[in-house]
């Protein structure tokens, strides 16, 4: 035996109706600190992000630019350096 029951109840009201703390003003309170935190920070942490992300996407680039020129010494990159005894 199945039964189905359709409720059409709003989230405010089985909020209420489940007893449960209303938290939209916390929740606003703490989008606006985290708001005032991220303005007063600035872009220094955002740029030291972007900073690290890009670097080795920018040696890519370089050592494919060095490639494609010829300057890139395929000697050094394919042979094995050779030990040296004293």
Known sequence: ???TVNVDITPEELRRFMG??????LQEEMLKMAQKQLTES???A???ILAG???PM???QDWLQRMMLGSL???D???PKKKTSK
């Open 53 to 55: 992300a890009v670097q």
């Open 1 to 3: 035996m199945n039964i």
């Open 73 to 75: 010494n395929t000697d």
């Open 46 to 48: 955002f740029n030291d």
């Open 42 to 44: 600035g872009q220094t």
């Open 20 to 25: 449960l703390p209303d938290v939209q003003g």
């Open 77 to 79: 990159v394919t042979k």
């Open 58 to 60: 920018m040696a890519y």
